[in-house]
């Protein structure tokens, strides 16, 4: 079977494996780094993903994109909070959903995530030698339905065969557990920049069996960040009479990276000075303003109080519904690089009352676990069993706006369960079947996962009819609903239609852009590589001038040639072009070496030297022009 990877699409750093000999591996990306930032970046019709994207952000704050993994199967009324802190623009699209809005055009977040998903496996499979078509995806243990189909049709638009949608903890149990012997209960700690989750598991004879699990989709490293950007921000604000940084997309950019940067110091040091020079203008004097804050690690921690609340609720949470005491808990793992804040590693000391395991490295952990995944599925690992479970209820609406539950959370996946319905009309035709997720016991505090009709009920009394509702949630966490109405054995089914979900033509469409976007880009790269190259036979060819002196024929040709090869290098050239004036130059060069021991004035400078040696030399000199 083809190999098949492992990718963890992180919030804001993204990482992916392959097992390699029997142990998962890290692939390095294009750049030789094992983790590539989740950021895109829109240039002109460019798009740059990763370190160089992230690198721009600052001059270039409202084309990019980062922590799209917060948007991602949202729907608009769910996300005002982070529209509001996003430097780039989003905007409600046209089924209620989520758009990022770059100078006019709109792109879904699967498409954005989707761009990041293409980096990783283009460069993987760069490494490799090979093509990747398939990979493991994880997401956030606490993912509901909509965001778990979003992801899967991320993976789908970057051309990828989703084999499995799996828990982001659950695959760094499995990645930590591959080769341990003997029972073990574990508990795994998942603070990374947006989102957390708890996970408790029992590992025993290759049996990954999820007890609990439990989090936070909104809580993470950047909104530490954001904690220190409002501090900053209304500082500023008193201190300078009323200057509001947030208000100026660049400004508001370079305090959450200076943020994040003294965030991260903070957890060696114990003070750290932020200093933004040129923040902006005094609205009155028009002189520039700087901004320079000293913060300690006791003042950081004041300001992410509530924060820090946050993470004890859901670990308490986990151990309850796994029916375990925090002594129980064998060895805890820290995932997700927000567990380096030392108050974050304090509250997991505290309430599990143990040091946690350090042999896991956070980073990468999770998508090694996917790798393993992945080689389960293609069968290259064997005698690995993995159960999860759902971490959210799923039920119905019924009479009332209530909200009742067929699939209890913490239940093992894959599950099929079914209960009988009946009407509450008399001769009622039809019924709707709407879809909820969540433990609130009303149906509008719910997540609506999606609406689906059951008509041509014959006519009967009120309570008669006997309506069947089936869940079936698969391996990738993913429901799948039917009702049957049991005296006609007639069914109406979904695959959850969502508002915010992609229908397959869109996702065809999508596929079809991004395809034709990565041809566009290859022809680009194409394009400038043939500029490198004729740049580099010019470059060696005035060199060659310099040195050597040829005949007045074979110099005035390389002369013309040259500035022909500097005309197409500064100017919107053809391919064609490009490779026959590559040609040209060669041959004239050619001639020129030939022409310089028929020159009787001999060398002006050092003939001796300077690879004047074959045309391929020329071409193949692997320097690029300055540029
Ligand atoms: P994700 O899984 O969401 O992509 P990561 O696990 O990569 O996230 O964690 C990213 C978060 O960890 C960011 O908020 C980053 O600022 C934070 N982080 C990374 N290193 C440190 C550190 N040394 N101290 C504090 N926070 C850190
Ligand atoms: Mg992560």
Redesign the pocket.
Known sequence: MAKAVGI?L?????VIAIMEGGSPVVLENAEGER?TP?VVAFKGNEQLVGRVARRQAVLNAEGTVFEI?RFIGRRWDEVQEEVKRAPYKVVQGPDGGVRVDIAGKLYTPEEVSAMILRKLVDDASKKLGEKITKAVITVPAYFNNSQREATTNAGKIAGLDVLRIIN?PTAAALAYGLDKKGDETVLVFDL????FDVTVLEIGDGVFKVLSTAGDTRL???D??QAIVTWLADEFKKESGGVDLRADRQALQRMIEAA?KA??E???LTETTISLPFIGLDPVSKTPLYLEKKLTRAKFEELIQPLLKRVRQPVEQALKDANLSAAQIQEVLL????T??PAVQQIVKEVLGKEPNRTVN??EV?ALGAAVQAGVLTGSVEDVVLLDVTPLSLGVETKGSVSTVLIPRNTTVPTRRSETFTTADNNQPSVEIHVLQGERPMAGDNKSLGRFKLDGIPPMMAGMPQIEVTFDIDANGILHATAKEKSTGKEASITIQNTTTLSEQEIDRMVKEAEANAEADRKRRESADLKNSLDTARIQAERVMSEKQSTPEAKSRLEATIAKAHSLVNSDSSDAELRSATEELVSALQAYEQGVSASTTGGTGNSGQGGTGKPEDVIDADFKPAD
């Open positions: 963890d992180g919030t804001t750093n993204s983790t989740s993994k982001e990374g920049g947006g989102t993470g490293g950047s530490m960040d994040e965030k991260m903070l957890s060696n995932v997700g690089g927000a380096r804040v956070p980073d999770v």
